[in-house]
């Protein structure tokens, strides 16, 4: 079934103009059923302007404007001349550096000096345009916005093309692709007298106001492309030369045409429903006017009172006609003291805003409200004899329910609150409908014979004044009855919650149909039924007495007794919901509230069970994992190898390992393994191939810093991710991963015989190396992904699959995500300034369209190993008292001590030191207040320590010129040192000052 809404206006002989706005229902077999919605008869003479002025074309408009929802978008062009402007040209720094190292002064015939007076003083340009064409944004006589964009040619239709501007203080696409004139604000545009008034104010204010460096993309992208207009000084002095050039050169082409760059600007501004806008100027003349159906009453009136033929009228929400009554309180108009009740005979025309009525039984009309609100002492006299259509009474309060909202143009499917009803003469009825927030809307629902198909009523509710029914039970159309205090579980198949009703809401006052409630623990608003009446699905009525323990996947969850990891960490369950009707089971955890805990008998991917850990004779069990001691970790923020001497279990979910030197790292945290200690491996088999400590391998080729020849030697194997390649570390601290690129580097010492890794092995797992660095820099060999919009060579169609076959080599990088690039082999269309040969390699890409592609080892830096203490350092007050340790022990400067945690301000290599136990000596102190200390490791912290720092004033002269002293330092609180004990903490201060 087909359903289209149709509105005509139909001019007569006898001078009136007649309204029609109805609906037709078009069915197969059968003939279409129409339905009015609103007819209205007026004269003609209402249709015509005041002024009967026609509007005149801005001047220089290339198209007929665009009206669509308010919005009118103009298209202006002017041809090519030369113009004359101003360009704050300091920001451009790496223009004006090519410009002076190009030796271009001389096409000016100046020396290098005076060029770069010119460059450092010039601001004023006479630069050659081509075709400028100018689009304007006006919502009503508003002015939105203007965008700027060049043509070599005029227009000839709304699919001709657009080409970028190469000028600044253009936005991008993302904001429509405006100039901004000063603060981009069309506020600060001031409004004139008409439309082409104000286009000229604002194309004066561009072109007369001075550019500056901001939004400069335009400008460098031509600078790259275009080097006859690549700055001021080069356009101007082709404008002086040849200025008709300006119409040849290939200017950037703007991704849409004309026609639809000024339809997006309709779409954004003046939404998307059709361009009628003239035809609904004439409807709301028609709306506004007297209707000619009905004859004026015969009444003896006031000379400046004109009865009006409308039978009804809106104040504010309330809708009056002829026929209701009105009460007046006593003293509120001369020609009734006493006051009383009235009926309304008719309304008077406006005049001056103000609208007189007629009421039965007094001598003339009389002042019943000024603008939308009642004069105080007049209101209307409720509790009349309800309206009726068919069958069904209309009365104000009761809720019109939309079932079908495609038959309904501009309403949705749900409740609304009838304000007013009443009969047209037609016989058609109309009801005033509630929207939200004050705001109402008229709809025709029905005649004499009936309502119209697709609405439902329900009768008024007792509300508050919120909108809250004055109950505390509430029975649903399914038989589901439901009281104030229930408690539901919510769950829509990804999220759950708990839905505590606090109070019911009345039909209609909220933006869905059905009942909805407010919640008593957010205060918020939730819907429990359907729009058929039933009780919403996804919901489960929580009984007062919940379930204790459940048992899923052969484990049982118990309440207060079950710890369970949610999303990685661990929460007591604390209560069990019933199982919902398709199986879900949800529990409530502590401090996280209702998640689902399992469905089809399995738990949740975010819910596991924590891992339980025992000990055995070897050493001890997580899971079925087995870890013997003797075995090997790598703790990855420390990047120290720990060999497990014994292993401590605090509980049955923490389990911490003990290094031979007495420092423990922990392996299970809250019942999950830790991801920052993973055990590494002596031997590792890929294949046919073995893998094991101790190896001996040597580099084939050189590789990055690494000689051809250099040695290695295998510490140990990290495979923690069996998806990734092994990680090989090696005694020097530097590992690499064992992909098949890294493998054909090296060769492996087979007792006295040096042999190669395996070439070709289909057995051999060889995994996936880690993900590639996006940080890209020159000599980076590289893959074009494709889709790179400003790519030249995207001008053939060929060419970009060309690119996406063939490797390139990265020549340069730029600011702004983007660099050049080589490409292996010629692509048309590449060139892009000296057009040889090799030129035709070159493209300008952007980042995101490129992958990086390593074609040797993958190298990782896994141990740091800072050299020992030495004997002595140079120290500021050696042996002066800066305070007392973690442990109360007294501190001096030269003291050895160990940090729990170095301030924040420090390197990240000196933060990493502190969980290392490294040994720092004191060097300085900065003062009592702060108790701050400065600290020294021996070792290249790539440290900073600013003059501003707590104690800097009293460091020496000497001491401040020695950059190896300040680089080693670091700064901590004294309440976080600890000195050494007294066997290792004997002074190493040889040098003082």
């Given at each position: 079934?087909?359903?289209?809404?149709?509105?005509?206006?139909?001019?007569?002989?006898?001078?009136?103009?007649?309204?029609?706005?109805?609906?037709?229902?078009?069915?197969?077999?059968?003939?279409?059923?129409?339905?009015?919605?609103?007819?209205?008869?007026?004269?003609?003479?209402?249709?015509?302007?005041?002024?009967?002025?026609?509007?005149?074309?801005?001047?220089?408009?290339?198209?007929?404007?665009?009206?669509?929802?308010?919005?009118?978008?103009?298209?202006?062009?002017?041809?090519?001349?030369?113009?004359?402007?101003?360009?704050?040209?300091?920001?451009?720094?790496?223009?004006?550096?090519?410009?002076?190292?190009?030796?271009?002064?001389?096409?000016?015939?100046?020396?290098?000096?005076?060029?770069?007076?010119?460059?450092?003083?010039?601001?004023?340009?006479?630069?050659?345009?081509?075709?400028?064409?100018?689009?304007?944004?006006?919502?009503?006589?508003?002015?939105?916005?203007?965008?700027?964009?060049?043509?070599?040619?005029?227009?000839?239709?709304?699919?001709?093309?657009?080409?970028?501007?190469?000028?600044?203080?253009?936005?991008?696409?993302?904001?429509?692709?405006?100039?901004?004139?000063?603060?981009?604000?069309?506020?600060?545009?001031?409004?004139?007298?008409?439309?082409?008034?104000?286009?000229?104010?604002?194309?004066?204010?561009?072109?007369e106001s001075g550019w500056n460096g901001d939004l400069a993309d335009n400008v460098l992208k031509t600078e790259q492309c275009i080097p006859e207009v690549a700055s001021p000084w080069e356009w101007e002095l082709l404008s002086t030369q040849n200025p008709r050039q300006v119409t040849t050169l290939p200017w950037r082409e703007f991704p849409l045409s004309v026609g639809d760059l000024v339809r997006s600007y309709a779409a954004q501004f003046g939404g998307s429903q059709a361009p009628a806008q003239f035809f609904d100027v004439l409807v709301r003349r028609v709306e506004a006017?007297?209707?000619?159906?009905?004859?004026?009453?015969?009444?003896?009136?006031?000379?400046?009172?004109?009865?009006?033929?409308?039978?009804?009228?809106?104040?504010?929400?309330?809708?009056?006609?002829?026929?209701?009554?009105?009460?007046?309180?006593?003293?509120?108009?001369?020609?009734?003291?006493?006051?009383?009740?009235?009926?309304?005979?008719?309304?008077?025309?406006?005049?001056?805003?103000?609208?007189?009525?007629?009421?039965?039984?007094?001598?003339?009309?009389?002042?019943?409200?000024?603008?939308?609100?009642?004069?105080?002492?007049?209101?209307?006299?409720?509790?009349?004899?309800?309206?009726?259509?068919?069958?069904?009474?209309?009365?104000?309060?009761?809720?019109?329910?939309?079932?079908?909202?495609?038959?309904?143009?501009?309403?949705?499917?749900?409740?609304?609150?009838?304000?007013?009803?009443?009969?047209?003469?037609?016989?058609?009825?109309?009801?005033?409908?509630?929207?939200?927030?004050?705001?109402?809307?008229?709809?025709?629902?029905?005649?004499?014979?009936?309502?119209?198909?697709?609405?439902?009523?329900?009768?008024?509710?007792?509300?508050?004044?919120?909108?809250?029914?004055?109950?505390?039970?509430?029975?649903?159309?399914?038989?589901?009855?439901?009281?104030?205090?229930?408690?539901?579980?919510?769950?829509?198949?990804?999220?759950?919650?708990?839905?505590?009703?606090?109070?019911?809401?009345?039909?209609?006052?909220?933006?869905?149909?059905?009942?909805?409630?407010?919640?008593?623990?957010?205060?918020?608003?939730?819907?429990?039924?359907?729009?058929?009446?039933?009780?919403?699905?996804?919901?489960?009525?929580?009984?007062?007495?919940?379930?204790?323990?459940?048992?899923?996947?052969?484990?049982?969850?118990?309440?207060?007794?079950?710890?369970?990891?949610?999303?990685?960490?661990?929460?007591?369950?604390?209560?069990?919901?019933?199982?919902?009707?398709?199986?879900?089971?949800?529990?409530?955890?502590?401090?996280?509230?209702?998640?689902?805990?399992?469905?089809?008998?399995?738990?949740?991917?975010?819910?596991?069970?924590?891992?339980?850990?025992?000990?055995?004779?070897?050493?001890?069990?997580?899971?079925?994992?087995?870890?013997?001691?003797?075995?090997?970790?790598?703790?990855?923020?420390?990047?120290?190898?720990?060999?497990?001497?014994?292993?401590?279990?605090?509980?049955?979910?923490?389990?911490?390992?003990?290094?031979?030197?007495?420092?423990?790292?922990?392996?299970?945290?809250?019942?999950?393994?830790?991801?920052?200690?993973?055990?590494?491996?002596?031997?590792?088999?890929?294949?046919?191939?073995?893998?094991?400590?101790?190896?001996?391998?040597?580099?084939?080729?050189?590789?990055?810093?690494?000689?051809?020849?250099?040695?290695?030697?295998?510490?140990?194997?990290?495979?923690?991710?069996?998806?990734?390649?092994?990680?090989?570390?090696?005694?020097?601290?530097?590992?690499?991963?064992?992909?098949?690129?890294?493998?054909?580097?090296?060769?492996?010492?087979?007792?006295?015989?040096?042999?190669?890794?395996?070439?070709?092995?289909?057995?051999?797992?060889?995994?996936?190396?880690?993900?590639?660095?996006?940080?890209?820099?020159?000599?980076?060999?590289?893959?074009?992904?494709?889709?790179?919009?400003?790519?030249?060579?995207?001008?053939?169609?060929?060419?970009?699959?060309?690119?996406?076959?063939?490797?390139?080599?990265?020549?340069?990088?730029?600011?702004?995500?983007?660099?050049?690039?080589?490409?292996?082999?010629?692509?048309?269309?590449?060139?892009?300034?000296?057009?040889?040969?090799?030129?035709?390699?070159?493209?300008?890409?952007?980042?995101?369209?490129?992958?990086?592609?390593?074609?040797?080892?993958?190298?990782?830096?896994?141990?740091?190993?800072?050299?020992?203490?030495?004997?002595?350092?140079?120290?500021?007050?050696?042996?002066?008292?800066?305070?007392?340790?973690?442990?109360?022990?007294?501190?001096?400067?030269?003291?050895?001590?160990?940090?729990?945690?170095?301030?924040?301000?420090?390197?990240?290599?000196?933060?990493?030191?502190?969980?290392?136990?490294?040994?720092?000596?004191?060097?300085?102190?900065?003062?009592?207040?702060?108790?701050?200390?400065?600290?020294?490791?021996?070792m290249d912290l790539g440290q900073c320590v600013a003059n501003t720092t707590v104690g800097a004033e009293k460091i020496p002269e000497a001491f401040r010129r020695d950059p190896s002293w300040w680089v080693s330092l670091c700064w901590a609180k004294v309440s976080d040192c600890t000195r050494l004990p007294r066997a290792e903490r004997q002074p190493r201060t040889a040098s003082a000052t």
């Amino acid at each position: 079934m087909g359903i289209r809404e149709e509105r005509t206006i139909t001019l007569h002989p006898d001078g009136g103009a007649v309204y029609l706005n109805q609906r037709v229902m078009e069915q197969p077999g059968q003939p279409p059923m129409v339905k009015p919605i609103a007819r209205k008869r007026v004269a003609a003479q209402e249709l015509l302007p005041s002024h009967g002025a026609l509007r005149v074309l801005p001047l220089h408009c290339a198209l007929e404007p665009l009206e669509q929802g308010g919005a009118t978008i103009f298209v202006t062009q002017e041809p090519p001349r030369t113009r004359r402007v101003r360009w704050k040209t300091s920001a451009y720094h790496s223009m004006w550096k090519r410009l002076m190292a190009n030796g271009i002064h001389r096409l000016w015939n100046e020396s290098a000096e005076e060029f770069a007076e010119r460059l450092r003083t010039q601001q004023e340009f006479a630069l050659a345009f081509p075709y400028v064409i100018q689009v304007f944004v006006f919502v009503g006589d508003q002015y939105r916005g203007m965008s700027c964009f060049y043509r070599n040619h005029p227009i000839s239709s709304d699919a001709d093309e657009l080409y970028c501007t190469n000028l600044p203080n253009q936005r991008g696409p993302s904001d429509w692709h405006f100039v901004c004139l000063g603060a981009n604000n069309s506020d600060a545009i001031p409004r004139a007298a008409s439309v082409g008034e104000t286009m000229r104010v604002v194309n004066a204010l561009y072109w007369e106001s001075g550019w500056n460096g901001d939004l400069a993309d335009n400008v460098l992208k031509t600078e790259q492309c275009i080097p006859e207009v690549a700055s001021p000084w080069e356009w101007e002095l082709l404008s002086t030369q040849n200025p008709r050039q300006v119409t040849t050169l290939p200017w950037r082409e703007f991704p849409l045409s004309v026609g639809d760059l000024v339809r997006s600007y309709a779409a954004q501004f003046g939404g998307s429903q059709a361009p009628a806008q003239f035809f609904d100027v004439l409807v709301r003349r028609v709306e506004a006017a007297d209707d000619l159906d009905v004859p004026a009453p015969p009444v003896d009136l006031l000379a400046k009172v004109r009865p009006s033929t409308a039978q009804h009228i809106r104040i504010g929400e309330t809708v009056l006609q002829v026929g209701d009554r009105v009460r007046l309180e006593p003293g509120v108009t001369p020609l009734c003291s006493d006051g009383g009740e009235f009926r309304i005979l008719w309304f008077s025309q406006k005049q001056a805003d103000v609208r007189f009525v007629q009421l039965e039984g007094l001598s003339g009309p009389v002042e019943l409200f000024r603008g939308a609100q009642w004069i105080r002492g007049c209101s209307l006299v409720t509790g009349s004899a309800p309206l009726m259509m068919g069958e069904q009474s209309l009365v104000p309060g009761m809720v019109c329910r939309i079932e079908d909202a495609n038959a309904w143009p501009g309403w949705k499917a749900r409740d609304y609150p009838v304000r007013a009803a009443r009969r047209d003469t037609a016989g058609y009825v109309h009801v005033l409908l509630r929207w939200g927030n004050g705001e109402s809307g008229e709809l025709i629902v029905g005649s004499g014979d009936g309502c119209f198909p697709g609405l439902r009523w329900f009768p008024p509710e007792d509300v508050d004044a919120r909108g809250t029914l004055r109950t505390d039970t509430v029975a649903l159309a399914d038989g589901t009855t439901i009281r104030r205090d229930d408690r539901f579980l919510w769950f829509d198949g990804t999220r759950t919650a708990e839905v505590i009703v606090d109070a019911f809401l009345g039909l209609g006052y909220a933006a869905e149909s059905g009942r909805h409630i407010s919640q008593g623990w957010d205060g918020g608003t939730f819907r429990i039924e359907e729009a058929h009446g039933g009780l919403r699905s996804g919901l489960l009525r929580l009984p007062a007495e919940l379930p204790q323990s459940v048992q899923i996947g052969g484990r049982w969850v118990r309440v207060q007794e079950s710890e369970l990891l949610v999303e990685g960490s661990l929460y007591r369950v604390i209560a069990l919901a019933p199982p919902m009707a398709d199986g879900t089971q949800c529990a409530r955890f502590d401090r996280v509230g209702w998640r689902v805990l399992a469905q089809q008998g399995k738990l949740h991917a975010d819910i596991r069970f924590p891992m339980q850990c025992r000990r055995t004779r070897l050493g001890c069990m997580v899971g079925s994992t087995i870890y013997r001691r003797g075995q090997r970790f790598y703790h990855r923020p420390m990047q120290v190898l720990v060999e497990a001497a014994a292993y401590h279990i605090t509980n049955s979910r923490t389990l911490e390992v003990e290094h031979r030197d007495g420092q423990r790292f922990r392996l299970l945290d809250q019942g999950r393994c830790s991801a920052d200690l993973v055990p590494v491996y002596d031997r590792f088999r890929l294949g046919a191939m073995e893998l094991r400590r101790g190896m001996r391998l040597r580099l084939r080729v050189a590789d990055g810093e690494y000689a051809a020849g250099k040695r290695f030697t295998v510490l140990a194997i990290d495979h923690a991710d069996p998806a990734q390649s092994p990680l090989m570390i090696t005694t020097s601290g530097m590992g690499f991963y064992c992909t098949k690129i890294a493998a054909a580097q090296f060769q492996w010492r087979d007792g006295a015989t040096w042999r190669d890794f395996p070439e070709q092995d289909a057995a051999y797992p060889w995994g996936s190396p880690p993900a590639p660095t996006t940080k890209f820099k020159v000599g980076m060999r590289v893959r074009y992904l494709g889709g790179d919009p400003e790519a030249l060579f995207r001008q053939h169609d060929a060419t970009e699959e060309l690119a996406r076959r063939t490797l390139a080599t990265v020549t340069a990088v730029h600011g702004g995500g983007c660099g050049d690039c080589r490409f292996d082999v010629e692509l048309p269309g590449g060139t892009y300034g000296d057009g040889n040969a090799d030129g035709k390699r070159y493209q300008h890409l952007r980042w995101q369209y490129l992958e990086p592609i390593h074609l040797g080892v993958i190298w990782k830096r896994v141990f740091r190993y800072p050299k020992r203490t030495p004997q002595w350092c140079r120290c500021v007050n050696p042996g002066a008292v800066v305070g007392t340790d973690r442990e109360g022990n007294e501190l001096r400067v030269g003291d050895l001590v160990r940090v729990r945690l170095v301030s924040s301000d420090s390197s990240s290599r000196a933060r990493e030191l502190d969980f290392a136990s490294q040994v720092f000596v004191i060097v300085h102190w900065g003062s009592n207040v702060n108790k701050w200390v400065y600290l020294r490791a021996h070792m290249d912290l790539g440290q900073c320590v600013a003059n501003t720092t707590v104690g800097a004033e009293k460091i020496p002269e000497a001491f401040r010129r020695d950059p190896s002293w300040w680089v080693s330092l670091c700064w901590a609180k004294v309440s976080d040192c600890t000195r050494l004990p007294r066997a290792e903490r004997q002074p190493r201060t040889a040098s003082a000052t």
